[in-house]
């Protein structure tokens, strides 16, 4: 007889994005001929840049010749991408980091996931509420407890230092879903609190390619001591439009230890290692010779080039919002806009409202946790015509 893992049949049956579009789904069956504007699930919508294109024809060409042809790559990932990602991310911001100190995958939500293989389903876990749900949802397949720390208007959106202790602790700045950003003191906060609880703390970075001020940090291991108790996941997805070719990365410093059942300190680095190539067999070649063509100096500039134009579509929404009378938060260093529902209206009503009337998909709040209710999320990742024609159509309904 084969049992269950009965934690999967006690978390929600439908994953927020997966309502989200059965909603959307009904509607479109419905009124066929309805011209829906998608701002809903945070997926990009302008095709990779030339400099990614061209260096994965070049991959699918080395593929084509015996002499070149590349099968199983590293589990870790290739050493091309990885030093580029050093030179690149960290460097710069005076981090130094060693080759193994990164590992390469297919995009952070696989990352974020698997990343509690390698942690007791004892632990306390921490998010903040509003929650990207995957930390939530993963956790409690594996049956770990959850507690939420609401992030509202008050405390911009960033939390307050909890008085508890927790055993690992999930933050994601620019934060998806509200688009609110943490200063260097903000993090040093955290990373504080973590050092003197021992807390673990999973910082999601995958939105930092949208940080325009520079008083706001990139990286947790700006933040003096990070190394020690912290790891980074990116994710190319949202930096390069590949969200549908898949690529991502971790960082775990050499330095980071957690406790063993004994008591003894045991260092992450090498643990995740050895997951990583019995569960794994790497991105593909492809992807990470794409991955490795937004370093360049082309890739460079497309790509950012593709991030201020969504940074552009987050203004205009943000700015038509406010002129509709609307409060709108996020989406100034974030691809996020988080708008607060008319008159305290339930987030899922106005969802559908949304969607019944001015046939705009955005995401409703509470789908994010208890404290999303009462916002909608918006993404700014539409073409500029959509996120024009959205923002005219939410105006009329008011
Ligand atoms: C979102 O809409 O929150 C994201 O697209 C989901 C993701 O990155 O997995």
């Not at 080759?99 to 390469?104: A, L, N």
């Not at 020690?228 to 990365?249: N, P, Q």
């Not at 509709?324 to 988080?338: C, Q, V």
């Not at 008159?343 to 559908?352: A, M, P, R, T, V």
Request: negative net charge; aromatic residues 10%.
């Amino acid at each position: 007889m084969a049992y269950i893992n009965d934690n999967f049949t006690k978390i929600h049956h439908r994953y927020l994005f997966a309502e989200v579009a059965k909603r959307v789904a009904a509607y479109k069956e419905q009124n066929p001929d309805a011209q829906i504007i998608r701002l809903g699930i945070g997926d990009v919508t302008q095709p990779l840049v030339p400099a990614v294109i061209e260096a994965m024809h070049r991959a699918v060409d080395d593929c084509a010749k015996a002499e070149t042809f590349h099968g199983y790559g590293p589990e870790q990932g290739y050493n091309f991408l990885i030093d580029k990602i050093i030179a690149h991310d960290y460097t710069p911001r005076g981090i130094h980091l060693d080759s193994d100190e990164v590992f390469i995958s297919d995009g952070a939500k696989s990352d974020l996931g698997n990343i509690g293989d390698i942690l007791s389903a004892n632990n306390v876990i921490g998010v903040t509420d509003p929650v990207y749900p995957v930390y939530v949802d993963t956790n409690s397949m594996a049956g770990r407890q959850i507690r939420y720390i609401p992030c509202t208007e008050q405390n911009g959106f960033t939390g307050d230092i909890p008085a508890e202790n927790l055993d690992v602790m999930y933050l994601c700045f620019p934060n998806n879903p509200t688009g609110a950003v943490i200063t260097r003191e903000g993090l040093r906060r955290w990373v504080d609190y973590a050092l003197s609880h021992n807390t673990l703390i999973m910082y999601d970075s995958a939105y930092e390619a949208f940080i325009t001020d520079p008083e706001i940090p990139h990286s947790i291991y700006e933040i003096n001591g990070a190394k020690e108790c912290a790891i980074e996941f990116r994710s190319f997805s949202k930096t390069a439009g590949f969200t549908g070719v898949r690529c991502g990365y971790t960082v775990i410093p050499k330095e980071l230890k957690i406790k063993s059942s004994d008591g003894s300190l045991v260092a992450l680095n090498p643990i995740w290692n050895r997951r990583q190539c019995s569960k794994f067999n790497g991105a593909s070649y492809i992807s990470q010779r794409g991955a490795e063509a937004v370093f360049s100096a082309e890739g460079q500039r497309q790509t950012k080039e593709v991030i201020n134009y969504y940074l552009t579509n987050a203004k205009i929404i943000r700015d038509s919002l406010q002129k509709s009378g609307f409060t709108a938060f996020g989406g100034e260093n974030a691809p996020y806009i988080w708008l607060k529902t008319p008159k305290g209206e339930d987030s899922w009503k106005f969802f559908d409202r949304l969607l019944h009337s001015a046939q705009v998909v955005t995401t409703p709040g509470a789908g994010f946790g208890t404290s999303g209710e009462g916002y909608i999320r918006i993404t700014a990742f539409g073409s500029r015509e959509n996120c024009i024609e959205a923002m005219e159509r939410i105006e009329k309904i008011g």
